[in-house]
């Protein structure tokens, strides 16, 4: 097997890799109280889990082929911590972008739509933000001061 042939291999368990992880990630999340939910929760905890294990045991198929075939991984990962922080930081800008002053490139705004605009954006970017700054700290961090041991985060 030739450099070519490992590279294709390689390349299509990391793309049989993303479509798992979004079918479990699907199964998972529907039902959530997101309100922009795209999946009805039509599959039940037990599916969920059979799923979840076959999966897990595919991925396992894929780790034992590699690694017979000595195909080496491309070792790239990064920490959850920073990849969850970029993309608040990243879903804290586009909040920043809904303030009136870049919606008046859409048409203008009264004074009135200015500070509706304005307090949406303060008010989705605070917890984004908190968020953010709390898991900046690292993983060594205990529950932020304001939240007691017995709440559910939310």
Do not use: C
Not at 42 to 60: C, F, G, M, N
């Amino acid at each position: 097997m030739n450099e070519n042939h490992q590279r294709h291999l390689l390349t299509t368990f990391q793309y049989v890799e993303n479509l798992l992880s979004e079918a479990d990630r699907i199964l998972m999340s529907s039902g959530s109280p997101s309100p922009f939910q795209e999946y009805l929760q039509d599959s039940t905890p037990i599916q969920r889990k059979v799923a979840h294990e076959h999966i897990l045991r595919a991925r396992e198929k894929m780790r034992r082929i590699l690694d017979e075939l000595k195909i080496p991984l491309n070792r790239q990962v990064s920490g959850s911590l920073w990849a969850a922080h970029n993309h608040l930081a990243f879903a804290s800008l586009a909040i920043l972008e809904i303030e009136s002053k870049y919606m008046e490139g859409y048409g203008e705004l009264s004074n009135e739509e200015k500070k509706v605009f304005d307090k949406i954006s303060t008010e989705l970017r605070e917890p984004l933000d908190r968020l953010g700054n709390y898991l900046a700290k690292g993983e060594d961090v205990d529950l932020p001061p304001d939240r007691k041991p017995s709440e559910k985060p939310g």
